[in-house]
């Protein structure tokens, strides 16, 4: 039970602060070893925080843009520096070819958009801006789409959490279920698309 509590979004905000905002939302965003953070849960809880002004909104607001931007910009630079190694290079403990190829199966159906739509899909999300990078991506191109995902992704997380503290009184009691909803319909549109991946293999195999 120790280390569950440990493991609450709450707990690590209140323990580690901006910095501890800023370096995680910057990991997820563009490290490949940070694709298990939990992005969308940590917004919606320092929303929350912030409702309660444990936290202030607005450097709230600001600190998680520019981390945002910054952590897709470094996959970015991180995917091009070594391109096509990328997709040959051994699975290990915190990279797993899977996700690149995830990340792949996204640009082939959203296109550009995929980094904004990656946004919102855990472990895409991560890996968006690295293949972007690896496929040489026009840069303004790749920086246009990356802030408006940003803005767009930190935006509704941390002001749903911020508003839905103003309007739900003690709103903490509820925030291991509100989280655990969060991160189901998070996971969802990946459930989907492997269950279409899967039924189109079966249909090519009859």
Avoid: C
């Avoid at 070893?33 to 809880?45: E, N, Q, R």
């Avoid at 981390?67 to 070594?82: C, M, Q, S």
């Avoid at 930190?154 to 508003?163: A, I, R, S």
């Avoid at 909803?181 to 039924?199: D, Y």
């Amino acid at each position: 039970m120790d280390f569950l509590s440990n493991l609450n979004p709450e707990v690590l905000i209140k323990t580690f602060g901006y910095l501890g905002l800023f370096a995680a939302v910057f990991a997820e965003s563009g490290l490949f070893i940070g694709f298990f953070l939990p992005g969308d849960s940590l917004l919606f809880t320092a929303g929350i925080l912030a409702s309660q002004g444990l936290l202030s909104i607005w450097v709230l607001l600001a600190l998680l843009l520019i981390a945002a931007v910054l952590g897709d910009n470094f996959g970015y630079a991180f995917g091009r520096r070594l391109g096509p190694r990328l997709f040959s290079r051994e699975d290990s403990r915190f990279f797993h070819k899977k996700h690149l190829d995830r990340a792949q199966t996204f640009y082939a159906r959203y296109g550009k958009a995929t980094l904004i739509i990656a946004r919102f899909t855990p472990i895409v999300r991560t890996f968006a801006p690295i293949v972007a990078g690896a496929g040489k991506m026009r840069y303004p191109t790749f920086f246009a789409y990356n802030v408006v995902g940003a803005f767009i992704w930190v935006l509704f997380n941390t002001l749903l959490g911020y508003f839905l503290g103003k309007a739900v009184p003690s709103i903490e009691r509820y925030i291991i279920p509100i989280l655990v909803i969060i991160i189901v319909l998070s996971f969802l549109p990946a459930v989907f698309q492997f269950m279409r991946e899967r039924k189109a293999t079966k249909k090519s195999l009859e």
